[in-house]
């Protein structure tokens, strides 16, 4: 059996094409905990966002859900995409022990997966976008009142 103990070399190549990266992400809350869907979380994701596009990085668009947030971001490239979802999650974590709740507010870490050029960043929206009627809040998803698009983001 034969163990990689380092990256294999290819990847940076790979990954060289998707410079700066769009990233699609979503966080959960912890024990999936329903308390995200209100006006207070989105006006601090849609003031961080703004925030932070000076800096090169943006958030496009997004659907906040009670439990979860997807969002799509492409950030610069001395950004760390970690540290730019720490200090969204410290953001809204502000709204949430503002409105009582009491820690913790988020599952550790996040999921992401940058969109590759066959990937169609329409088609994941599509899919992301359905969420709220999949889940029975809403019969359309325009219906769905935390969602949107802070900066254009286009695919290249």
Same mark, same amino acid.
């Given at each position: ?74 950030? +610069? ?6 540290? *730019?979802?720490? #200090? =969204?999650?410290?953001?809204? $974590?502000?709204?949430? %022990?503002?409105?009582?709740?009491? +820690? ?6 996040? *999921?992401?997966? #940058? =969109?590759?050029?066959?990937? $169609?960043?329409?088609? %994941? ?32």
């Amino acid at each position: 059996m034969r163990i990689i103990k380092r990256t294999p070399p290819r990847v940076s190549q790979i990954f060289a094409d998707y410079n700066p990266p769009l990233y699609f992400l979503t966080m959960n809350t912890w024990q999936r905990a329903k308390c995200l869907n209100n006006l207070g979380i989105l006006e601090a994701l849609r003031l961080y966002a703004e925030k932070n596009i000076p800096q090169g990085r943006a958030i496009g668009r997004f659907v906040v859900m009670p439990d979860h947030i997807h969002l799509f971001a492409r950030l +610069s490239t001395d950004s760390k995409l970690s540290d *730019f979802v720490r #200090i =969204l999650k410290q953001s809204l $974590s502000a709204v949430l %022990k503002g409105q009582g709740l009491e +820690s913790p507010w988020w599952q550790p870490g996040f *999921f992401d997966h #940058i =969109l590759r050029h066959d990937e $169609s960043y329409s088609e %994941k929206w599509d899919y992301v976008r359905q969420n709220p009627v999949r889940a029975g809040l809403v019969k359309t998803p325009d219906e769905w009142p935390y969602q949107g698009e802070i900066a254009r983001i286009d695919r290249v």
